[in-house]
T-cell receptor, first 113, second 116 residues
């Protein structure tokens, strides 16, 4: 399996709370991504980064924000969680020297009550 | 806009049988990559196989092979001698330059069940 980690794996939290989902990789990949996936459904890109201090919004609008201060770390933050944020969040990374093949983390399953 | 379509939401076969999962895509690009990813229940998404659009030869990885028809924009996955561990969601994905950035676009997925 790929060396990309996400914490927590499962999170149940109340409405209005601020949460940060962690993602880190030890492969030295320059590119990192966040996807949102409802159960049994396709993945939608919500954020991506091509390097330190570089972040872009993806194809699916999201109220979350991201930061990329270190190459290996790409956290996602929700300032005020809502039930509509309930979903699975998958982090991935890639490197152009490896054909941009994306390696995925195990995901964080978020439930907002 | 690039789109990926998987027309089989669910499939079920007996162990040791061969199964083919369908995928079509739409793009105006000539250089791109195609992937099949496997997502087992409650487990990590992993890459099964990749195909570069400029290669005519179909990719093969052990029991997994693809039938890449570039003109028809079709990219099916064949699993031979299926095993119980092949039970998973399978996602077809296209990677190309979208709005100036190299991005992956996923299909809706096919839930494959291998029965003993």
């Amino acid at each position: 399996e790929a060396d990309i980690y996400q914490t927590p794996r499962y999170l149940v939290i109340g409405t209005g709370k601020k949460i940060t989902l962690e993602c880190s990789q030890t492969m030295g990949h320059d590119k990192m991504y966040w996807y949102q996936q409802d159960p049994g459904m396709e993945l939608h890109l919500i954020h991506y980064s091509y390097g330190v201090n570089s972040t872009e919004k993806g194809d699916l609008s999201s109220e979350s924000t991201v930061s990329r201060i270190r190459t290996e770390h790409f956290p996602l933050t929700l300032e005020s969680a809502r039930p509509s944020h309930t979903s699975q969040y998958l982090c991935a990374s890639s490197h152009r020297r490896q054909g941009d093949e994306q390696y995925f983390g195990p995901g964080t399953r978020l439930t907002v009550t | 806009a690039q789109t990926v379509t998987q027309s089989q939401p669910e499939m079920s076969v007996q162990e040791a049988e061969t199964v083919t999962l369908s995928c079509t895509y739409d793009t105006s690009e000539s250089n791109y990559y195609l992937f099949w990813y496997k997502q087992p229940p409650s487990r990590q998404m992993i890459l099964v196989i990749r195909q570069e659009a400029y290669k005519q030869q179909n990719a093969t990885e052990n029991r997994f092979s693809v039938n890449f028809q570039k003109a028809a924009k079709s990219f099916s996955l064949k699993i031979s001698d299926s095993q119980l561990g092949d039970t998973a969601m399978y996602f077809c994905a296209f990677m190309g330059r979208i709005q100036g950035a190299q991005k992956l676009v996923f299909g809706q997925g096919t839930r494959l069940t291998i029965n003993p």
